[in-house]
């Protein structure tokens, strides 16, 4: 997979640094970046091309090659991003934030093990309006525009099986879709499906 060119736009002269949507955040020569708003995907690729995500993270989290092991390695912006490069000597990890990043990869690593889409599909739902959303009158609203292509590759899937479950989700009542947005209706009490 090519990497893309990020489109970069600089804000004024701090060294906070701002990428547009879709955009690939450099690895080199900065080592790290702490999100400072916005949301990123970390993402590898097999030999066919196929898209392994690795993790979602958001303000306050910090991203890099340096946290990573993994080759070939990206870090891809869901959203605009306003982002700090660091370097490894200057960042100071919190053992809370370790543990908490531990917790989000294993979190993760349990979403994309259940057997069937339907259920995959649901448990992430609920990790991203948890993570990326806000409690609405009737439910979480996702504030965060992910297209179907998205979701399938978070979960190892096809665009065409997420679309049939997304629709199959608001035929129950569990989900609404308006443009650009999702949001679970009723949280986890009203499921048949452990949470």
């Known amino acids: 997979m090519q990497s893309i060119l990020p489109s970069v736009v600089s804000r004024s002269q701090s060294t906070t640094r701002t990428f547009k949507r879709r955009s690939i955040l450099p690895l080199q020569p900065v080592a790290l970046w702490r999100i400072e708003s916005g949301v990123v995907r970390t993402l ?39 982002v ?13 934030f370790l543990l908490a990043r531990v917790q989000q990869a294993e979190e993760f690593m349990l979403i994309r093990s259940y057997r069937r889409v339907e259920e995959m599909l649901l448990k992430l739902l609920t990790w991203l309006s948890k993570k ?22 978070m979960l190892g899937t096809t665009r065409v099986t997420i679309t049939r479950v997304l629709k199959q989700f608001e035929q129950q009542g569990i989900v609404q879709r308006l443009p650009n947005q999702v949001t679970l209706l009723q949280p986890e009490a009203t499921w048949h499906y452990e949470i």
């Open 84 to 96: 700090t490069p660091l370097s490894p000597k200057e960042w100071c990890p919190d053992p809370a």
């Open 132 to 153: 990326f959303g806000r409690e609405v009158q009737h439910g979480h609203l996702i504030e965060l525009r992910l297209t179907h292509q998205d979701l399938a590759e």
């Open 44 to 82: 590898s690729w097999l030999e066919d091309g196929s898209t392994i995500t690795l993790g979602l993270c958001g303000a306050g989290d910090v991203v890099g090659k340096f946290l990573c092991a993994i080759n070939p390695y990206q870090i891809e912006c869901l959203t605009e991003v306003e």
